[in-house]
């Protein structure tokens, strides 16, 4: 079975440019989460989907960070404009109601400079 | 709010010595807790889960962790460690029930031959 697909892996930009992340969860799998993990924590929850439906997005710094999953299976995750704090990685996860957990992608780890 | 606190931020060992990390999980109601381990350059991996039932759960890797409810605490050990499991430990607890996972801010295992 084909794990969570993430891409890229790596992106170096400057603050003030936008990037994307795109992200294809396991397939089947109607629940899709984007985490946000900065060096030295733990990943930290950015949004949630349901199908092509956001469930949580509490978290998500709405001015500058968009998402939207539009058939329900793959994932974009923006930013527009980057800041410095935003150097992290970016984890995809995606689940099922039957797996009852969460399988992780590789990530992708951007800097900004 | 619901949370889970990790208080050995790095923790080296010797190879083929016994291993605790230590989870404490703040009051609520049956917790749903997790151990998830990240290599470097690899994906986060789930160790093993704990929802209900025996307080000693199995996991992979010749993990263990035990639940205590009377010291809120959900430890993670293994008996004996291999140079394979240096790695960031976290301990998850999902807020809802419904696969909302909260991350503490992990354990850095170091292993010295």
């Known amino acids: 079975e084909a794990g969570v697909a993430q891409s890229p892996r790596y992106k170096i930009i400057e603050k003030r440019q936008s990037v994307a992340f795109w992200c294809n969860p396991i397939?089947?799998?109607?629940?899709l989460y984007w985490y946000q993990q900065i060096l030295g924590q733990g990943p930290k929850l950015l949004i949630q989907?349901?199908?092509?439906?956001?469930?949580?997005d509490s978290q998500l710094p709405k001015d500058r960070f968009s998402a939207e999953r539009l058939k329900g299976v793959d994932s974009t995750l923006k930013i527009q404009p980057a800041k410095l704090e935003d150097s992290a990685v970016y984890l995809c996860a995606s689940s099922s109601v039957l797996a009852a957990r969460q399988f992780f992608g590789p990530g992708t780890r951007l800097t900004v400079l | 709010a619901q949370s889970v606190t990790q208080p050995d931020i790095h923790i080296t060992v010797s190879e083929g010595a016994s291993l605790e990390l230590r989870c404490n999980y703040s009051?609520?109601?049956?917790?749903?807790l997790f151990w998830y381990v990240q290599s470097p350059g690899q994906g986060l991996q789930l160790l093993l889960k704990y929802f209900s039932g025996d307080t000693l759960v199995q996991g992979i890797k010749g993990f263990e962790a035990e639940f205590k409810r009377s010291q809120s605490s959900f430890n993670l050990r293994k008996p004996s460690v291999h140079w394979s499991d240096a790695a960031e430990y976290f301990c998850v607890r999902d807020q809802t029930g419904a696969n909302n996972l909260f991350f503490g801010t992990g354990t850095r295992l170091t292993v010295i031959p």
């Open positions: 397939s089947g799998h109607a629940t």
């Open positions: 009051y609520g109601a049956t917790p749903y």
């Open positions: 989907f349901q199908n092509n439906g956001v469930v949580d």
